[in-house]
């Protein structure tokens, strides 16, 4: 991550017709959107400048401050920029206090993004010099270029073998397109289908139409020729032991959309529900598990599990007194054996199929999985989660409810 000194950010935030500077004067009114504006700015870097963009809170335009107190809590706010989930893939930033040219600013710090286009609310920002603009035909264009040149994340890379053939249009248009872009944004263009695909990741570019790893989960028509272990194993076990008796077995393959819910529509099936109507004038209804809990262990396990090298899918054991959800790949990147499952600790080795599930409902916000699915558990009952986090692969383990 890039770290500017006191004496670069000082030149910085006098240089007005910077395109890798940008001044608020607080987070109040407009300003909260016009700074995720610029961060999706950054992010996308269209200049091709492959520096970090810089944005000051508590800045006037002219770069004399405004007087804003720099508070934890206004700091706090700002960083709930990077996952509350309106940019896009999840932009590469940090957020500090720093005092530059004698006065204390908040200073958010914003990385090229690996796999341009990003997003805010469907729509992509790029500098055009010191001003902001949402980004023209062509300009897109230049960003899928810009992507198919560095090092990208696995989940971009082209399938060799596939051919746009093997996506599914209809899902495209009909549910992923509606879900991930603003109907009025789509109305007001005229991009082609390929067009659009690119824009989303879904294939190289326009002059490729390969299609990436990404389009392959979620359009695929024949996922598992292409990636073989893009899959989930469902059992359900009549004992404590993967010996006992198995009473459902299901392999849940398609596409990532439909995995999913076909899987929340086997924990909704298995969840046992206990009425108690003994200890008071209303009856109290307890599950053995919830279903929230389940659905954000499984939706962790197929964001984050490893796609290359391993033909192995995300397996769920259902026994009488625990559910084992299993991943396929180790920790990854800023996250660790030591700090997994910590809060605020999130790394994507999938940053763009984040994008994607996030698009079609199934995240909410980046990194807030595990500790939505902490309180899932702990107001119905449950024991915490355990978690066995080895470099190859990741077990979740949930308790039955007493």
Known sequence: MTNYS?????????????????RKESFQGDAPSKIRQAVCAFANDLPNHRKAGV??????????????????????????????????????????????????LAVLTVEPADAPPARFKGQIWIRTGPRRDIATQQDERILNEKRRHRDRPFDVRPVPSATIADLDRRLFEGVYLP??????????????????????????????????????????????????????????????????????????????????????DKFAAHIRTAVEITSGPVEIRRHD???????????????HRNYEGTNAPVRVYWFDDRVEIISPGGPYGSVTRQNFGQPGI?????????????????????????????????????????????????????????
């Open 179 to 264: 879900s991930s872009i603003p109907i009025a944004l789509l109305d007001a263009n005229n991009r082609s289908y390929e067009e659009r695909l690119a824009s989303l990741k879904m294939i190289a570019s326009t002059d490729d139409t390969t299609p990436t790893v990404l389009g392959t989960l979620v359009l695929g028509t024949r996922t598992r020729d292409f990636l073989p272990g893009a899959y989930i194993q469902f059992l359900r076990i009549r004992g404590t032991t993967i010996p006992d008796p198995v009473v459902d077995d299901r392999v849940i393959d398609g596409p990532i959309g439909e995995v999913l819910k076909k899987t929340d």
């Open 346 to 402: 999130a790394d994507y080795r999938n940053p763009n199929l984040a994008e994607a599930l996030h698009g079609l409902g199934f995240i909410q916000r980046f990194g807030y999985g595990i500790g939505i699915a902490r309180q899932a558990l702990q107001k119905n009952g449950n024991p915490p989660p355990e978690f066995d986090v080895q470099q190859s692969h990741v077990i979740v383990t949930v308790r039955r409810s007493p």
């Open 289 to 303: 598990y919830p279903l929230e809990g389940l659905q954000q262990f499984v939706r962790n396990a197929v964001l």
């Open 6 to 22: 006191d004496a670069e950010l000082s030149t910085m935030l006098t240089e007005i017709e910077s395109d890798l500077t940008e």
């Open 55 to 104: 944005i000051f809170v508590g800045a006037r335009d002219d770069g004399t401050p405004s007087g804003l107190p720099i508070t934890d809590a206004l700091l706090l706010s700002l960083t709930d920029i990077k996952t509350d989930g309106n940019i896009v893939p999840p932009p590469s930033m940090t957020v500090q206090k720093r005092l530059v040219s004698g006065v204390e």
